[in-house]
């Protein structure tokens, strides 16, 4: 379980001034669920993941994991951004296998296992390739194989789909959904889509305002496994994305 507790985060500008990325943020995720943050450009949705996965320090409040508080990364949390962060010089087999390589896995059984994953998103056929013989939808594939490979407990992913085709968006949400389903780890997943965040999610946090704050959390109870042809049929789903939709026109004009 995740518990943020009021957390604040101000920068020091480069020009010698303070901002205030994010205020008073408290949430609770408990073990297991899929949680989106939704909210305008530059609301904090990026400050509040990278404090969670350690990457940076919180001004005010905390965040912990099953009660410790957190202040560094660690292989409890595993991340995936939407630069899709392999390492151009390594094949995307060692890439895969690099996350397990790093907690001490040798190297033959990480190669094995990073296999196994390749298969997972499809990309089997394209171990022996290197990053920029990928599409944009492989590399993101491979990105996330990388992650999942080492089972971190809590998945953080910040707009992992953004930068990708409306096609290649769509098939990898649903590739997401199928692994998560087995995996059933937490995650933390920001997005700028909300039929994403609606079609993926237990929970939705919708952010507000610089600093960012908590405006809505609306639960999304439909029911799992989720099938899109489906949840496009679904009255409550097209309601979610209505009110979802109206909260984000209303920051806009806030
Ligand atoms: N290292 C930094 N130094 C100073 N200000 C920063 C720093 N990182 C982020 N900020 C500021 O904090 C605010 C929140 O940024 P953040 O990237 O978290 O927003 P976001 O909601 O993820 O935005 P977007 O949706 O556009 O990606 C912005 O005003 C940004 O300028």
């Not at 604040?8 to 669920?33: M, N």
């Not at 990898?172 to 889509?193: A, C, M, P, R, S």
Request: charged share 20%.
């Amino acid at each position: 379980m995740i518990a943020i507790e009021q957390l604040g985060k101000t920068f020091q500008t480069a020009r010698g001034t303070e901002h205030t990325a994010i205020r008073d943020i408290s949430l609770q995720v408990p073990e297991g669920q899929f949680m989106s943050i939704l909210g305008p450009s530059g609301c904090g949705k990026s400050t509040l993941l990278y404090i969670v996965g350690g990457f940076e320090q919180a001004t005010t409040g905390s965040v912990k994991v099953d009660g410790r508080v957190i202040n560094a990364p660690g292989p409890d949390r595993g991340s995936v951004f939407q630069e899709y962060a392999l390492f151009p010089w390594k094949t995307v087999l060692s890439n895969v296998a690099y996350g397990l390589r790093e907690q001490g896995v040798p190297k033959a059984q990480a190669e094995e296992k990073a296999m196994l994953w390749l298969d997972k998103v499809k990309l089997k056929d394209y171990a022996h390739f290197y990053p920029r013989e990928l599409s944009g939808g492989m590399r993101q594939r491979a990105a996330i194989a990388r992650t999942l490979a080492y089972e971190p407990a809590i998945l953080l992913m910040d707009e992992p789909f953004g930068a990708l085709d409306a096609h290649t968006r769509l098939k990898l949400q649903t590739g997401l959904l199928g692994l998560w389903e087995q995996l059933k780890n937490t995650v933390l997943f920001v997005t700028h889509g909300v039929e994403e965040a609606v079609y993926l999610s237990d929970r939705v946090v919708v952010l507000s305002g610089t600093p960012g704050t908590v405006r809505e959390i609306v639960d999304i109870d439909l029911p799992r496994p989720r099938v899109r042809s489906e949840l496009l049929r679904n009255s409550r789903y097209q309601e979610y994305v209505i009110h979802l939709e109206s909260l984000l026109v209303a920051e806009a004009a806030a």
